[in-house]
C-alpha cells in the first residue's frame, strides 16, 4: 500500500491513456537515466533543480526519480508547494521496470511536438494521433498536409512523419501505422494489442481480424464525412478512441443482450 503522497505503479499505469491522466515528470539523474536508458509512457524528462520558478497551471503530477525517494519528494514537494496535487511514484522507474510495464526507449523519444500525415484522415491517421497523445506526448501537434508534401513539410519544420509512403512509422509486415508505434516506442500491452487488432482489420479491410472492425470503420467513414476540417474530426475522434482503448482494456469480454433471450 503506498504511503501518503505516493501512488503505485499499478495504479499509474491505469491512469495513463486516459484523458485524465496526470503530467509525470521524470527527474531521474543522468547515470540513472543511463542506468535505465527508457522511459514511462508520457513522462516529460526535466533535471529536477528546474521546478522552483515554473509558471505553468497547477494540475495533478505524478514525480519519477530512480527509487521514489529524494529528488521526486522534494519536487513533489515544490510542486505542491505552487498549487499542484503531486504524488511521488512508489519505488520509482526501478519498481516500474521490475513490474514489466511498458517503457519506451530513451532513443525512441521523438525530437519535435510536431507530426506529419496526409490530409483527410479516416482511421489510421486518427488512431495513431491519439496513441501519440495518450501514450507518448500529450503536447503532440498534428499537421494535416497534401499528400505529396508531407515528406517537405516534414523537413522544414522538423515534423515527423506518419502513414505515408517511404517513411518508418507507416504499413509494415502486415500491420498498419498504429502497429509500427507500438513497437518503435515499446508500447504492447493486452489492452493496446487488443485495440491494434481492430485498427488494423479496419483499416486494411480486414474484418476477419476481429468482430469490431467493421464498426470502426463505418464510424470512421461517418466522423470523415462529419468534420471538412480535419482537426476538428480529430479532436470527436480522441473521445471515439478513448472510448475503444476502455473497451479493450476493461470491457472486452462484456456482451449486451436485453431482455435475455428475448425474441419477437
Not at 126 to 145: G, M, Q, S
Not at 181 to 205: E, I, K, P
Request: aromatic share 8%; hydrophobic share 45%.
Amino acid at each position: 500500500m503506498p504511503q501518503f503522497g505516493q501512488i503505485s505503479p499499478a495504479q499509474t499505469a491505469r491512469l495513463i491513456g486516459t484523458p485524465d491522466c496526470p503530467t509525470l515528470f521524470d527527474v531521474r539523474l543522468p547515470d540513472d537515466l543511463d542506468a535505465l536508458p527508457a522511459v514511462i509512457p508520457t513522462a516529460i524528462l526535466r533535471p529536477h533543480d528546474q521546478f522552483a520558478d515554473d509558471t505553468s497551471p497547477p494540475r495533478r503530477a505524478i514525480v519519477i526519480c530512480m527509487k521514489g525517494r529524494k529528488l521526486s519528494e522534494g519536487v513533489a514537494a515544490i510542486l505542491r508547494s505552487q498549487g499542484w496535487q503531486a504524488e511521488v511514484l512508489e519505488g520509482g522507474a526501478a519498481a516500474w521496470a521490475e513490474a514489466g510495464l511498458p517503457m519506451t526507449p530513451r532513443a525512441a523519444l521523438p525530437p519535435s511536438p510536431f507530426w506529419v500525415t496526409r490530409h483527410r484522415p479516416k482511421i489510421d491517421r486518427i488512431a495513431c494521433p491519439w496513441l501519440i497523445r495518450r501514450f507518448i506526448d500529450p503536447a503532440a501537434r498534428f499537421l494535416f498536409v497534401t499528400p505529396a508534401e508531407v515528406p517537405e513539410v516534414a523537413g522544414r519544420f522538423n515534423a515527423i512523419p506518419f502513414d505515408v509512403g517511404g517513411t518508418t512509422i507507416s504499413h509494415r509486415d502486415g500491420g498498419c501505422s498504429f502497429d509500427a508505434l507500438l513497437d518503435d516506442f515499446a508500447l504492447h500491452s493486452g489492452a493496446l494489442d487488443r485495440l491494434a487488432l481492430v485498427v488494423r482489420g479496419a483499416d486494411t479491410d480486414r474484418h476477419d481480424l476481429a468482430p469490431q472492425a467493421a464498426g470502426l470503420l463505418a464510424l470512421s467513414v461517418g466522423l470523415s464525412r462529419m468534420f471538412r476540417d480535419d482537426l476538428q474530426q480529430l479532436e470527436a475522434g480522441m473521445t471515439l478512441y478513448d472510448a475503444l482503448y476502455r473497451w479493450a482494456r476493461d470491457g472486452f469480454d462484456e456482451g449486451h443482450d436485453w431482455p435475455a433471450g428475448h425474441s419477437q
